[in-house]
């Protein structure tokens, strides 16, 4: 049957003139199974390629293979300038942002070099279409008195169900801004990850985007508050460092959706837990200056995307920095 099934994918990938040939939706499956299973990325990586796809269909339903020129990716763009938005409890036309066009662009890319590379596309509609210029006015870390904000309402200000789950979020924000951990890699993590004697955290490979494992030393703060959760959750059996509030199991992706609402309904700011990355990137870089050696903590394959993490610099940091220039040490 084994053979059978691969003598028929051979014929297809011979027969230009095919009907799966020209079905969008299904070389699109191939792709993400090739990106998948060969490329090895990761669940959150094929999760975007699978939303630029989706919101590529929503623009024509029915587009095809021979559809894919230049011509149809402007018009796409325009779609998505034009269309009305949910914003709130109205529904609102409001520009795509540039930053928003460039990730969009990017794992569609992916997608139409794919196509080019098998011979699929002639060329990739992309190629005669400028890169947007993308600048960041946003600030992703924390500044002091909102992270402030956060611990005083996590201590203070949230009436949680028990002393142990109080205890475990606040030793989950300390965890995520002392160590840049991302979603996933918190949410995996189990006991034997953690050596509180070694000081050292161990974030397997299975669980990290880049697919490779990294040790993140831990500070005496960091310590303090892990040792003080774990000394509440001891009548757990599961394996999973973190716990769930409602079972004996590991926190959810949904547990995490609910602390971050309810810490943003709180505070009035954007407690998304990515920004928490953000603040640590920050944090290391003015307090160490240490590029590489955050990269490595933060499991970077390319140093363009640590980089990419210095876009929340607080202006105060610069200005600071410049007064710190004399003409005495000029080389």
Known sequence: MRRK???????????PD????????????????????????????IRDYRQAFELL????????????????????????????????????????????VASLRSKLNS????????????????????????????????????????CYAINTRIDWQNLLIKKRNIAV????????VRKKELLGLHLSDIDIDRKLIHVPG??????????????????????DYLSYRQHYTTNFLWISSTQDRGFTEHGTKHLVHLLSKVTKINCHLHRFRHTFAINYYTQTHDLIGLQKLMGHTSFKMTLRYMRSLPDEYVVDQMQKITIDEFI
């Open 111 to 150: 997608f139409f070099v794919w196509l080019n590379e098998r011979h699929y596309i002639k060329a990739n509609p992309f190629d005669k279409i400028p890169f947007p210029k993308v600048t960041y006015t946003d600030r992703r870390a924390f500044s002091p008195k909102e992270f402030e904000a956060i």
């Open 57 to 100: 269909l929503k623009f024509d339903c029915e587009l095809k293979l021979k559809d894919l020129t230049e011509n149809t990716i402007i018009n796409f763009f325009e779609f998505l300038d034009t269309r009305e938005r949910q914003i709130g409890t109205q529904k609102l036309v409001r520009t795509i942002k540039n930053s928003s």
């Open 206 to 227: 299975e669980i990290s985007k880049s697919k490779r494992t990294r040790i993140i030393p831990m500070n005496a703060t960091l310590i303090l508050y892990l040792t």
């Open 173 to 180: 924000i300390m965890f995520l801004v002392l160590t840049g």
């Open 5 to 15: 099934l691969y003598t028929q994918h051979n014929n297809f990938r011979h027969s």
């Open 18 to 45: 095919s009907k799966k040939d020209s079905d969008l939706k299904y070389l699109h499956d191939l792709f993400i199974k090739y990106k998948l299973h060969g490329a090895r990325n990761a669940q959150a990586t």
